[in-house]
């Protein structure tokens, strides 16, 4: 049964940057599409935006529109680890950062429900 952890999650100035980190046991997170999600406050689960995903090979990259050109998802298969690369941040940036994670790949990929797996969760505040 795999498992994921995320970290990294900090308070910061806007224009700053952050790293995330979803760290898989249990199960090969190589063998998983992993996608990242913001959960902003007063939000509920099931609106939870997609940010990014990552494939298994990790030659398919894809943002949500707000993100792209700050944010950068990678992968260590030999750390088991995806990797959320947050540049500029913004404070509409603030919310709980999730990874999860799906064997297969959907073009419909920000649906929460699709995913079988999700970690606990990492607070990011963008804030002056």
């Known amino acids: 049964q795999l498992q994921l952890v995320e970290s990294g999650g900090a308070s910061v100035h806007p224009g700053e940057s952050l790293r995330l980190s979803c760290e898989g046991s249990?199960?090969?997170?190589?063998?998983?599409?992993i996608a990242w999600f913001r959960q902003a406050p007063g939000r509920e689960r099931l609106q939870r935006q997609g940010?990014?995903?990552?494939?298994?090979?990790?030659?398919?990259?894809l943002y949500a529109e707000a993100v792209k050109g700050r944010f950068t998802v990678s992968r260590d298969d030999d750390k088991n680890t995806v990797y959320l690369q947050m540049d500029d941040l913004k404070p509409e940036d603030t919310g709980t950062y999730y990874c999860?994670?799906?064997?297969?790949?959907?073009?419909?990929?920000?649906?929460?429900?699709?995913?079988?797996?999700w970690g606990q969760g990492t607070q990011v505040t963008v804030s002056s």
């Open positions: 999860a994670a799906h064997r297969d790949f959907i073009s419909a990929w920000a649906i929460v429900t699709y995913y079988s797996f």
């Open positions: 940010v990014s995903l990552i494939n298994r090979s990790g030659a398919m990259k």
């Open positions: 249990g199960s090969p997170l190589s063998s998983y599409v």
